[in-house]
């Protein structure tokens, strides 16, 4: 039996007690910085969410609000949409080639079927409203406002939207088409119809190229470009109407082109032409007189048909256009799109053309 003092013996005892102290210490402290590192973390989420709430609501200009160290992770964070967002804007399309690579050439044009507006609608889906149409894979060449002189042709109209927003389309034109009815029922001024499509389309867009023809002539070949030339161009050159050829070399009919600038040299388009003929003549004598020429397709490419059709009622042959076009050169400087004067009734948007409903006054006013 050993004879140890109570101290002595107590000794293990004492041993135990001090480690677990520690023990309890180190666990203390050991929870009490993960408490701390804790909270702190949940701090820092706290004030975020509210800066990026605050931010949102009140539209704050970053620079002014955040030191620059924090500028720079906001503008890092945003930079890979910002500089996207930036690159569809400025992005320049590439220039439309010369030569369209969509055009097909020789085209069949018949007009025995009847034209449904809602199916020429489904099959143009890329037209925007008001018969206006930019390719959207090239910077098209040339900014081209079609300009339809009318009157109770509505089936001609029909049919000349049907065959004419494809090929424009494939000729890759940035163009915009104008229907310019004339109100009322006095006699029909083709002419100044024209003149009206100019200045009315003009408020729209900045067209710099003006393509005026009739209702009734369809393009058989999509190589005719209906677009503005160096010299004024006459485009329905081989008409079937003709068999096929010009009746007379200064024949200016039916379709034709001009820019904004060779428009403007002649003083535009005569306004005193009531009634059939004669105003096509005074054009070409003002295209002439101005010392421009005029630019035409050969033969094949300005191969056209006409709708066939009876003399439109107040549409009769114009007995004073022998004597009116015998005196371009006196008139042209006083007569034309300086002295147009006219009245809007009514401009109609329809998915396929805008029509110009428009008041031009009487033969003589
Ligand atoms: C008229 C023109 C017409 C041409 C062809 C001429 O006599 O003056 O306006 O375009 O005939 O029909």
Redesign the pocket.
């Known amino acids: 039996m050993t004879n140890s003092s109570p101290a002595t013996r107590n000794i293990p005892g004492r041993f135990l007690q001090k480690t677990c102290t520690v023990v309890v210490v180190f666990c203390g402290l050991h929870l009490s910085v993960t408490m701390l590192y804790y909270f702190n973390t949940f701090e820092i989420i706290k004030n975020s969410v509210f800066a990026a709430n605050s931010q949102q609501a009140k539209n704050i200009n970053v620079s002014t609000v955040y030191p620059t160290t924090m500028l720079q992770t906001v503008k890092e964070s945003t930079a890979p949409f910002k500089r996207e967002s930036v690159e569809t804007k400025t992005k320049e399309l590439e220039q439309c080639p010369e030569t369209s690579p969509l055009l097909v050439g020789p085209l069949r044009i018949e007009f025995s079927e009847p034209v449904d507006l809602e199916e020429v609608k489904k099959q143009n889906p890329a037209l925007q409203g008001g018969g206006r149409f930019t390719p959207k894979d090239c910077k098209a060449l040339q900014k081209v406002a079609v300009i339809i002189p009318f009157r109770q042709r509505e089936e001609h109209l029909k049919y000349w939207l049907y065959y004419l927003h494809p090929i424009l389309q494939r000729q890759q034109l940035d163009y915009g088409v104008y229907v310019v009815h004339q109100n009322g029922d006095e006699t029909f001024n083709r002419a100044k119809l024209l003149n009206v499509g100019y200045a009315e389309a003009l408020k729209e867009y900045d067209y710099d190229c003006f393509v005026f023809s009739d209702v009734d002539l369809i393009p058989m070949d999509d190589r005719n470009i209906y677009k503005c030339f160096g010299q004024p161009r006459h485009l329905s050159v081989s008409m079937d109407?003709?068999g096929f050829s010009l009746?007379?070399t200064q024949?200016?009919?039916?379709v034709s082109s001009l820019s904004k600038e060779q428009y403007v040299k002649i003083n535009g388009f005569p306004n005193n032409y009531w009634g059939?003929?004669?105003?096509?003549?005074d054009i070409y004598n003002r295209i002439v007189s101005k010392g421009m020429g005029i630019s035409r397709p050969d033969g094949i490419i300005g191969k056209c048909r006409m709708i066939r059709h009876n003399r439109d009622v107040k549409n009769e042959?114009n007995p004073q256009?022998?004597d009116r076009?015998a005196r371009t050169r006196e008139t042209m400087n006083s007569d034309g799109i300086n002295s147009l004067s006219y009245k809007v009734v009514e401009i109609k948007k329809n998915t396929l053309f805008t029509e110009i409903i428009v008041d031009i006054g009487s033969p003589g006013r």
Do not use: L, S, V
Request: charged share 30%.
């Open positions: 109407k003709f009746p007379y024949f200016f009919g039916g059939w003929g004669g105003e096509d003549d042959p256009r022998f076009i």
